[in-house]
């Protein structure tokens, strides 16, 4: 059986700090998340209220009127617990008056609307808290690219973005994110009864078990056979992973000059800091 | 006489010379109020590591205003700082500078430039070209940045050459998590590879490591003073920054040597001859005729020897 090294007292120690650091030096103390009852944002949220204490988190709750209302519960269960700042901003009207225009959007559409208009959101709080926007993907969705483009995945910095989703969950449960958070099916929620794993024909035990060794491990396609993974499975989350590259890179820039932006004019994002 | 030697663990902004200056500058205050004899700084703290493209903004020239500073500072405190060091043909170095009462004793240009993984230092250094030891007031020392160490040649060179401490200013990424292991797995690398070396070699190692995240990549800190028996003198914090200070009586090398003498013993004409041949006829050119299936042909009778018997 494959372990993930998930060692959840020390990845405590090297988040916190991690939070801690790259918030400070921007200058800033607070951080706003949005808080959508999931295991991950609660996972950030808690984090962040552990790294800058919880007066300087603001969760914001975003439903749209048919979200699930046990989310909404499990958001202000997460906010309840670890003393954070909450703000409810009901999303409805904002995408109800979008969709009136363009009524035959599929729910894959509408699913990705409502994840940037959350974003919108959360940036326009982080400007008016002075606080950074505090990441919730995990290395698995990154990887799959199970996550809305410039919505769910914008963030300035992201705590969870090189944990596999079974580590966020032993994180999770490790630092006290309430248990009914951690054991629920991971859902995002956009329709009555969705649920990742359904939707993506696979489990987070298995495709993390894959990941690990494919991606960190660096296992070569007859070595991931020997080990017991199917080839469909495996042949088909490589696909994933390359269909998706795009979007864990900076929108294509065509080059014309000497130096062009990340091609040969490269500074870290912390550049004087 | 023992002396005292302080390690300065710090998280400098990256690119921001003027505010490293700065820190430098309350770093030695603070040594110096501790009672230190000599002060390390961890690898490019003058300038924060993950630099890129802004290398060159950050060089320093020795006629450079910062480096007349650093020596005026050292009048106060010797020590070891990490910075960028510009050649007077322009090429960019990953350098340790050792400034004692006024004046550049020694410069360490990193060897060893770690270009794989999340490293790119090829890409915007250039590299040294030697390994010495040199004297101090405190005795005979030597300099190895970061990745160097990870080169046995290197350590084996400074301790040859008469090295009683080696200082290793390091800019050391935490990575790695481990079950069962209190911190990450590059931390447990460097901890084995301080130990292994003071003792084998019997001399002391003086680790500088910094703390702080760059985009991300978190520095873990842990800074050590090792002695040649393996005792760890002190410890930094992990994770955070710190300041060390701790005694060290390099008088214990002559001690130690004189229980395991493997610096007498050790065969340095042998090493030399082995070298040359290996030279000639390296590793990988036997693998791939092995791989031709042509016949592997025994070594070469080396052209010379610096030192033929």
């Known amino acids: 059986m494959i372990q993930i090294p998930t060692n959840t007292s020390l990845l405590r120690e090297i988040l916190t700090v991690f939070i801690r650091n790259e918030v400070h030096k921007t200058g800033l103390n607070k951080v706003v998340v949005g808080l959508s009852g999931g295991v991950d944002s609660g996972l950030s949220a808690m984090l962040a209220a552990e790294a800058l204490g919880p007066k300087n988190v603001l969760a914001i709750l975003m439903p749209y009127k048919n979200s699930n209302p046990e989310s909404r519960e499990h958001a202000e269960m997460v906010v309840l617990k670890s003393g954070i700042e909450s703000l409810l901003v009901d999303i409805t009207p904002q995408i109800d008056a979008y969709f009136e225009r363009f009524p035959d959007a599929d729910a894959r559409r509408r699913g990705n609307k409502m994840a940037r208009e959350r974003m919108t959101i959360l940036y326009d709080h982080s400007a008016r808290w002075k606080a950074l926007v505090l990441g919730t993907s995990n290395k698995t969705e990154l990887l799959l690219g199970y996550g809305t483009l410039y919505g769910d995945m914008a963030s300035a910095i992201n705590p969870l973005g090189d944990l596999y989703k079974t580590q966020v969950w032993a994180l999770a449960e490790a630092i006290g994110v309430p248990i009914a958070i951690v054991r629920k099916p991971p859902s995002a929620d956009l329709w009555h009864g969705q649920t990742d794993e359904g939707e993506l024909g696979f489990s987070y035990e298995d495709v993390d078990r894959l990941f690990y060794l494919m991606v960190d491990q660096r296992y070569t396609r007859p070595e991931l056979i020997a080990a017991g993974f199917p080839e469909h499975f495996i042949d088909d989350i490589s696909a994933r992973i390359m269909t998706s590259q795009f979007k864990r890179r900076l929108p294509v820039i065509a080059k014309v000059s000497q130096r062009t932006i990340d091609r040969d004019f490269r500074y870290s994002r912390d550049w004087g800091k | ?309």
């Not at chain 2, 802004?54 to 020596?71: F, G, I, N, Q, Y």
């Not at chain 2, 005026?72 to 400034?99: K, M, Q, T, W």
């Not at chain 2, 292994?196 to 070699?201: D, G, L, S």
């Not at chain 2, 994770?239 to 395991?260: G, N, P, Q, W």
Request: net charge positive; hydrophobic share 40%; proline share 5%.
């Open chain 2, 1 to 309: 006489m023992p002396m005292r030697v302080a390690i300065a663990q710090i998280n400098p902004k990256l690119g921001d010379l003027q505010a490293n200056m700065a820190l430098y500058e309350a770093k030695i205050r603070q040594g110096g109020e501790a009672g230190a004899d000599l002060l390390l700084f961890p690898e490019l703290s003058l300038t924060g590591y993950f630099l890129r493209d802004s290398v060159p903004d950050v060089a320093l020239t020795t006629r450079s205003p910062e480096m007349k500073k650093l020596k005026e500072l050292s009048r106060a405190l010797p020590f070891v700082a990490g910075l960028v060091e510009e050649s007077a043909d322009h090429r960019f170095f990953n350098a340790a500078v050792y400034f004692e009462d006024g004046e550049i004793r020694h410069l360490h240009r990193k060897v060893y430039l770690p270009t794989y993984g999340m490293f790119d230092e090829q890409r915007y250094f250039a590299r040294g070209d030697r390994v010495r030891a040199f004297d101090s007031k405190f005795g005979r020392l030597a300099i190895l940045i970061c990745e160097d160490l990870w080169h046995t040649s290197t350590i084996y060179l400074a301790a040859l050459d008469g090295a009683r401490a080696v200082l290793c200013p390091s800019s050391s990424p935490l990575r790695g998590i481990v079950d069962g292991q209190a911190q990450d797995d590059n931390a447990r690398y460097w901890e084995m590879i301080n130990r292994t070396y003071a003792e084998t070699f019997s001399l002391f190692m003086l680790y500088g490591n910094r703390s702080g995240f760059e985009d991300g990549v978190g520095f873990w800190g842990g800074s050590e003073i090792v002695d040649p028996f393996g005792q760890r003198l002190a410890k930094a914090k992990y994770y955070d920054e710190d300041f060390i200070v701790s005694e060290v009586a390099l008088e214990a090398v002559r001690r130690k040597r004189t229980m395991s003498p493997l610096l007498r013993d050790e065969d340095i004409d042998l090493t030399i001859n082995e070298l040359m041949r290996i030279r000639e006829r390296p590793a990988t050119a036997v693998a791939v005729q092995k791989f031709k299936g042509s016949k592997v042909q025994g070594p070469r009778k080396p052209k010379k020897s610096r030192r033929g018997r």
